[in-house]
């Protein structure tokens, strides 16, 4: 075979393919006028994503798929589910390199986390979205972008779990957290750190994550998976009453996760909610509503029927139960995943 034959007449450049999915969010969103920075909407196609940042020309192809465009907190889990199915058959592709996920921030965290958990690939899988819509004044949502792309791109990205690139940092999705309802530098890690930051075309990274996540994860989903367990999230407060934790099992839930004061202390309601989970054998895991910190197991747990969230916030310990859930109930296994993931 000569060296013509070798060449791809449609690349001719040999770049790298890159997946880009697009789900909507700030970062294809549009405002009236350029110092309009809330109430806009998502308008803008993942494909013109591209085309607004011709830089990313010279890095790699791209091979696009529409899931979905719109805001983030109206994310389903039928949309969740479908959006884990395709990256897993995107990465799957031989010639595919890396999946680029652009995603409204507000939910960003839950679905890194989830895909984290169930994507069966070393290839790297990068989420990005803005806290700027493309039309304001000095838009984040281009250099993002960028960003991630080159994040993707990068060798030393393969094997570290699903990351999120914003704001110059790389974040794991195990740990990264929205932290501003509107800064540019919305997402932080301020006890594990960002694993590396990304200027340009120059990735460093400093740190990596321990968990478990991809290919040693053991939370697979089938790609005929069409629904996950239920789960509620209750926060715990001062006076709480116990009127939700009967609500939430009274509609069936088959997990409940303690949005908790302080270490994970349970209220008097909260306590008498999992009391109620416990006779009913519906695991309640307990997190905590505080920043940082971990809510580790304590010998109390096994008599209360409780699992401890660990580091885990309670959006992201819910993602975790509902995925141990499909293999077991068992408190004790619970607890060994918390531990692990
Ligand atoms: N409301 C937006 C969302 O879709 C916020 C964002 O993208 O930053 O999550």
């Known amino acids: 075979m000569n060296e013509k034959q070798l060449v791809d007449d449609s690349n001719p450049a040999g770049l790298p393919t890159i997946a880009l999915l697009g789900?909507?969010?700030?970062?294809?969103?549009?405002?009236?006028?350029?110092?309009?920075?809330?109430?806009?909407?998502?308008?803008?196609?993942?494909?013109?994503?591209?085309?607004?940042?011709?830089?990313?020309?010279?890095?790699?192809?791209?091979?696009?798929?529409?899931?979905?465009?719109?805001?983030?907190?109206?994310?389903?889990?039928?949309?969740?589910?479908?959006?884990?199915q395709r990256v897993n058959a995107w990465l799957t592709m031989p010639h595919i390199s890396a999946v680029v996920i652009t995603h409204g921030t507000d939910t960003l965290e839950e679905t890194a986390y989830f895909l984290n958990l169930v994507v069966q690939s070393h290839k790297p899988v990068v989420l990005v979205g803005a806290m700027r819509p493309a039309t304001a004044l000095s838009a984040d949502g281009p250099l993002n972008l960028f960003h991630a792309v080159v994040v993707a791109l990068s060798p030393q990205s393969v094997g570290k779990g699903v990351l999120?690139?914003?704001?110059?940092?790389?974040?794991?999705a195990r740990y990264v957290n929205k932290a501003h309802t509107t800064n540019v530098d919305a997402f932080v890690v301020p006890e594990q750190g960002c694993l590396g930051v990304v200027s340009g075309q120059d990735v460093q990274y400093f740190n990596t994550t321990t968990r478990r996540h991809t290919l040693s994860s053991a939370l697979h989903i089938s790609d005929d998976l069409q629904s996950l367990p239920s789960v509620d999230i209750i926060y715990d407060h001062q006076g709480a009453g116990v009127h939700l934790y009967e609500a939430a099992l009274r509609a069936g839930v088959q997990g409940i996760v303690l949005a908790g004061?302080?270490?994970?202390s349970l209220s008097p309601a909260a306590r008498a909610g999992a009391a109620l989970a416990l006779e009913k054998q519906v695991p309640f895991v307990r997190a905590s509503h505080v920043q940082q910190g971990s809510v580790r197991p304590s010998e109390k747990d096994v008599d209360r029927g409780l699992v401890a969230a660990q580091s885990l916030?309670?959006?992201?310990?819910?993602?975790?139960?509902?995925?141990?859930?499909?293999?077991?109930?068992?408190?004790?296994t619970l607890q060994r995943f918390f531990n692990e993931y």
């Open 23 to 84: 789900m909507g969010g700030t970062i294809a969103s549009s405002a009236g006028v350029a110092t309009q920075l809330s109430d806009y909407r998502v308008t803008t196609g993942v494909d013109l994503l591209i085309q607004a940042v011709p830089a990313l020309q010279s890095v790699a192809r791209f091979e696009y798929e529409q899931l979905a465009n719109i805001e983030s907190h109206q994310i389903s889990d039928g949309l969740l589910l479908r959006l884990a």
């Open 164 to 172: 999120a690139v914003m704001n110059d940092r790389i974040l794991a």
């Open 261 to 264: 004061t302080g270490n994970g």
């Open 313 to 332: 916030n309670p959006h992201k310990a819910r993602i975790l139960l509902r995925l141990a859930l499909l293999n077991t109930r068992d408190r004790e």
